[in-house]
């Protein structure tokens, strides 16, 4: 009797369970085991026949997912918070800076720079020097995260480029500089030996896109629209920006080029047919210094930039084997020091210098290829002959610069604080020009061009 009311009320508690939509399952005390989707504030002895429907446990599993939809989003929107919290922790820790590098005097392929026996030691193993120098430069890059190259001129021996598909592009530049962390844009300027050449032809090198063209390197990389340019590059965060002026000291310093075509040569680099050449191109050089110098100041005085650089091959100051420019240091360097530009970036003097006069800083890259020689001058704040580049990074109150030879040794470090006062920024790779200046000279430069 007792076994049969017992079974009698599981079938009456079976029943009322199905009609809640309760699990009818059971544990050892003979009641009902809930799960984990039974909903914690029902009990079973709460429920009376007929007080259960299927209305009861329709609106049941509708409260149970809605429970289950809002704790979803509540972890969503935390995870999201906590994403955003990180992207926000990392941003002001991310350093803003610029990094770069610069060479100098590196154009020597595997057989363009051959000399004769007579010639000083340091110019006998130009091609394995420039070789070592851009495997070196290349991992400086790399490590520095640099963003682009100053070649700073004297791009090919010896009399520079006579196309722009000159097999000089390959074998000296294409085929030396490949490494990936060089596959940045490289601002050129020109040298006396590029010069000596075919100058217009690295310009249209540029302006052709040849370096997309023939090597595939898209967008190209070699950069010089025309004999003189500003770019303007923002720092990483674009909290400052970097205006770079570069200027073709060539023509600039025209009784100091004469002087070097001459000793060219008397070295056997250039004929007399060469010779004849440049006196011809001097007559054009004259207008175009003027047309330069004018362009210049325009420029430095227009500068809105936080740093502000020139670039050009002969150095104002130097302890080198050419020594100072007099043409830059009667013309240049007031302009430095008026318009507070930061530092001059040179090359030309085979050497890797850091100078300093009247709160502007000058550095010589100049020995990309080969070794020159050194002797301090009062400007002087370090002098090396050794082959090798410069690593630049550039923060907002501070470049630091590191003098780097051919075997990876870091010669020399320091810093330059800036001089000029924050200003409104510029756009990335800006080409920068005074638009009254250059709609008044365009077309005299580009007939000369």
Known sequence: ????????????????????????????????????????????????????????????????????????????????????????????????????????????????????????????HAGENTRNVAEQM?????????????????NFYWRGVQSATDPLWKSVWEDRFSQESL???????????????????????????????????????????RYWYSVVQPSSLKNFDVQFVFIDTVILSEGSSRALAEEKQQLGVLSKEDMARWDAWAKEMVLMERLQMEWLEATLNASTADWLIVVG????????????????????????????????????????QMLRNNGVHYFVS???????????????????????FMAHRIMPDRMDVSIIDKHGKTLYRSFVKRKRNRARGGVAGELVQDEKEWKLTADKIYKIF
């Open 1 to 124: 009797v007792i076994m049969d009311e017992v079974e009698g009320a599981d079938k009456r508690l079976r029943s009322w369970l199905r009609r809640a939509g309760r699990p009818t399952n059971y544990g050892k005390k003979y009641g009902a085991v809930q799960s984990e989707e039974d909903d914690d504030d029902i009990a079973v002895g709460s429920l009376q026949p007929g007080e259960a429907s299927g209305k009861v446990g329709t609106v049941m599993k509708i409260a149970r997912r809605c429970r289950r939809a809002m704790c979803a989003t509540f972890a969503g929107c935390a995870v999201l918070a906590g994403i955003a919290l990180l992207v926000y922790a990392y941003i002001n820790s991310a350093p803003d800076d610029l990094s770069f590098v610069t060479i100098g005097d590196w154009g020597c392929g595997p057989e363009n720079c051959a000399v004769p026996k007579f010639a000083p030691e340091g110019y006998h």
């Open 183 to 225: 596959q940045t844009p490289w601002y050129a300027i020109l040298g006396n030996h590029d010069h000596y050449g075919n100058p217009e032809a690295q310009i249209d090198f540029s302006r052709q896109g040849l370096d997309c063209k023939e090597f595939e390197h898209c967008p190209a990389r070699w950069t010089l629209p």
């Open 313 to 352: 091959h002969y150095p104002v100051f130097s302890g080198g084997e050419h020594g100072n420019t007099p043409e830059l240091q009667e013309k240049v360097r007031p302009l430095l020091e008026k318009y507070n530009v930061d530092a001059y970036l040179g090359g030309h003097d085979h050497t890797l």
């Open 366 to 388: 100049g020995s990309g290829s080969f070794n020159g020689q050194y002797a301090p001058i009062p400007e002087s704040l370090f002098g090396s002959i050794d082959c090798g």
């Open 138 to 154: 290349a991992a400086t890059a790399k490590a520095i995260g640099s963003k682009f190259v100053l070649a700073l001129g004297d």
